[in-house]
C-alpha cells in the first residue's frame, strides 16, 4: 500500500463570526485504497457535511468501516455503524499553528497506517526462520 497526502494551501476565512483556517487534505493511492479519514456522524445533526472527522484510520478500521457513507439502518445483521471513510478532510483550525500541528499528526498516522498495511502484505506468506 502507498498513500500520498495532497496539502492545499492554508486558506484564512474571516467572512463568519469565527476566524479561521481551512486544512484540506486528499489521500490518493496507487495500489490500495485511498480512503483513509474516518468521519462520525453526530446525529444531532440531520445536514450532511455536518459530521466529525475522527483519525486516520487503523488498518482495522481500513476493513471494517464502509466507504462514502455511513451504515444508518440496521443491517441484515441489525448493525449501525456511524463511521464511515473518505478520502479527503476538510477541517476549521483555530490558528495556522494548529493546522499546522494537525498537518504533521495526519502525515504521521497516514505513515504508520502505510507500514500497518505492509506489514499484513510481508505476513501474508509462510515464512520458515531456523537457529543453530
Not at 485511498?34 to 445533526?45: A, G, L, Q, T
Not at 478500521?61 to 462514502?68: E, F, K, V
Not at 441484515?76 to 478532510?89: H, L, M
Amino acid at each position: 500500500m502507498d498513500i500520498t497526502l495532497t496539502r492545499e494551501s492554508l486558506e484564512e476565512d474571516t467572512s463568519s463570526a469565527r476566524h479561521v483556517w481551512w486544512l484540506r487534505i486528499t489521500a490518493t493511492s496507487v495500489s490500495g485504497d485511498p480512503k483513509i479519514f474516518v468521519y462520525h456522524v453526530d446525529s444531532r445533526f440531520a445536514t450532511p457535511g455536518l459530521d466529525m472527522f475522527e483519525c486516520v484510520a487503523s488498518a482495522g478500521q481500513m476493513s471494517a468501516l464502509p466507504a462514502d457513507e455511513p451504515v444508518l439502518e440496521p443491517d441484515e445483521g441489525g448493525e449501525v455503524i456511524p463511521y464511515y471513510r473518505t478520502a479527503s478532510i476538510a477541517m476549521a483550525c483555530g490558528s495556522a499553528l494548529e493546522a499546522d500541528e494537525l498537518w504533521d499528526a495526519i502525515q504521521e498516522d497516514a505513515a504508520e497506517l502505510v507500514a500497518n498495511m505492509n506489514a499484513v502484505d510481508d505476513l501474508s506468506t509462510t515464512a520458515t526462520v531456523t537457529f543453530p
